[in-house]
């Protein structure tokens, strides 16, 4: 049998590995695509010169976009809510899954309906296969197009800048962040299933640790 870490391994995450994501890269066009990455908006280099958010879906309860078009410094162009003229890094916070456009110089409310329709969304997690989704970036030609959900995907008109997003850092950053997830999910484990206390041991073969309190195992026979 294969024998058991101790209780300071299994706290200390030593048979842990992390099972990274298969980030996904590609291309159509003029357009450079990632899918799947860990990136946020944090690490994307906005444009250099002046642009509008259009945001195409926001996904929260009474904050659809077409109601943030009501307010100061956006517009409501049919489901969808467009920026006035930022410059610089604007601050992207929609919490939950939204999807946008960063578009590089003014587009008139037509242009918009032309493109997308008055009431369109594209969250499917397969917008590289889609033509329609393809017809729309060539229309309206955005610096990025941003969707966060499950599968973040990101398409942009330039190599380098896609490829800013899927770097080694990102990903060990993502490492990390789940590395401290689990190391405080066994040690929540540990707290509220330990200690090891008998009176009995383990009734697993050759085991001679004792049980913790509600099993009839000891702590890491029963996670295990
Ligand atoms: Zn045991």
């Known amino acids: ?33 990632i899918k799947n990455s860990s990136f946020t908006v944090e690490d994307l280099d906005f444009p250099k010169q002046p642009y509008c958010i259009l945001l195409i879906l926001y996904d929260a309860v009474g904050f659809a976009p077409v109601s943030l078009g009501k307010e100061a410094g956006w517009r409501a162009v049919g489901d969808y809510a467009v920026s006035e003229q930022k410059s610089g890094r604007s601050e992207i916070n929609y919490g939950v899954d939204f999807e946008l456009m960063i578009i590089e110089r ?7 309906l032309d493109a997308l329709g008055s009431n369109c969304t594209f969250i499917d997690d397969e917008q590289e296969d889609d033509s329609r989704f393809w017809q729309i970036m060539n229309k309206l030609q955005p610096y990025c197009y941003l969707s966060s959900s499950d599968k ?27 590395r401290d997830y689990a190391r405080a999910e066994r040690a929540k484990a540990w707290n509220d299933l330990g200690p090891e206390c008998g009176t009995e041991i383990c009734v697993e073969p050759d085991c001679s640790r004792l049980r913790i309190k509600l099993a009839g195992r000891c702590f890491l026979h029963q996670m295990l």
Not at 167 to 178: N, Y
Request: charged share 25%; proline share 4%; hydrophobic share 35%.
């Open 1 to 33: 049998m294969k024998p058991i870490p101790t209780i300071e391994e299994y706290l200390n995450l030593a048979n842990w590995c992390y099972q990274a994501k298969r980030v996904e890269l590609g291309y159509y066009g003029d357009f450079f695509w």
């Open 106 to 112: 003014t587009v008139t409310d037509a242009e918009i």
């Open 152 to 178: 973040s995907f990101c398409t942009v008109k330039s190599k380098s800048l896609r490829d800013s997003l899927n770097t080694p850092e990102i990903f060990a950053r993502e490492e990390q962040t789940h």
